[in-house]
């Protein structure tokens, strides 16, 4: 077989990893991919988002898979324009994936079909959201309805930074028109879970959980970013949270839909706050996440490629899936400054010093010699051991081999 993969971050390098150990395959592509991804797959030079030059490539070159890693070309419908060609994707189609494209839309799904979640309003009117940002206490938390890089929830610790959230949001457009809604949120405590799933429309099966680090800083401190670390198997899902959440949760997802006419076929990323065994849902994601993807696929066994090609035939059913009882961890390397702006084009060295690790590329390309930084996630190191201890300590071992100018991580990943 002949796979596209599209997309150029860490996720993206593992999905191309993992695809090519499948005896299936014969050829990789990735668009535009970057300097990790050239040595596993062919890198083309298209943009994720331009599905039109994506679909003249698959179609040029007979390409039999085309595996959408981010959210923004699932979002422009790349399934069903290249279904309209004869081509297949593995992702949701457009319909389907409005369950990352608008938080509202999402939020009445899960009320409409008693799915726990946080208590919630919608506002398309500042002024309106204004009057009522206090309506569930304080925290308040304030969520741009689009999409928005996983930035655009800000916890309002009171009413003057809910007013300033809503502002920021509605008034000046910080996310552009993802912020013509905002939706209002009751603030839920306890520790997140991230379940990716497997859908084909009549099934929906769990992948082993895995845990995100979401904050900049050491203790989940600081701003926000799109993941700094992961670790799989997450240790609160034991059996009974596994059955709760199979029958509160994932059931009533998978009626849902049916009932709504949405034939979900490709990941569904839930993202679950749970707090004393009671899971929440908190968001959808209708792709893999990243860097839970480099954890989890570190454990799968079975091959992907079959299982994406059951999701789209929908016999996902029939095909056993079966996980490493090793545990993984993903410790990303970041350029100093992100979330906010950071340096590009810093020399990265010492790669082929590690051991026992695998490096996932994310904003890296290559520069004459060198690979050189080019986003503000730059790597993702990342390990399977026995225990996660051990596959921790060998993960923050290969790091202190690797070096480029302000490199930053944090230091108690899967600790
Ligand atoms: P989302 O993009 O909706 O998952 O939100 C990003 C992050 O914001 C989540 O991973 C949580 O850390 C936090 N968050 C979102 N919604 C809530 C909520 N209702 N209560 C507390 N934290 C939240
Ligand atoms: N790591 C969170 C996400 O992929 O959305």
Redesign the pocket.
Known sequence: MKILVVGSGGREHALVWKIKQSPKVKTIYCAPGNAGIAKDAICVDIVAVDIDKLADFAEKNAVDLTVAGPEECLVKGITDEFAKRGLKVFGPNKACAEFENS?AFTKRFLQKYHIPT?KYEEYTDPAEAKTHCGAFGYPA?I?ADGLAA?K??I?AQDEKEALAAIDQIMIDKQFGASGDKIVL?????GT?ASVLCFLDGCSIVPMESARDY?NIGDGNTGL?TGGMGTYSPNELFDAALKKKVQETILEPILAGMQQEGLDYRGILFV?L?IREGEPKV??FNVRFGDPETQSVLMRLQTDLVEIMESCNEQTLSKIPICWSEDAAVCVVLASGGYPGAYEKGKIIKGLNETEGVTIFHAGTTVQGENIVTNGGRVLGVASLAKTRQQARKMVYEAIEKICFDDVYYRKDIAK
């Open positions: 938080k946080a938390v969520k996983g655009g929830v916890i949120e009751e603030f839920l405590t997140e979401k926000n993202g706050m908190l968001e």
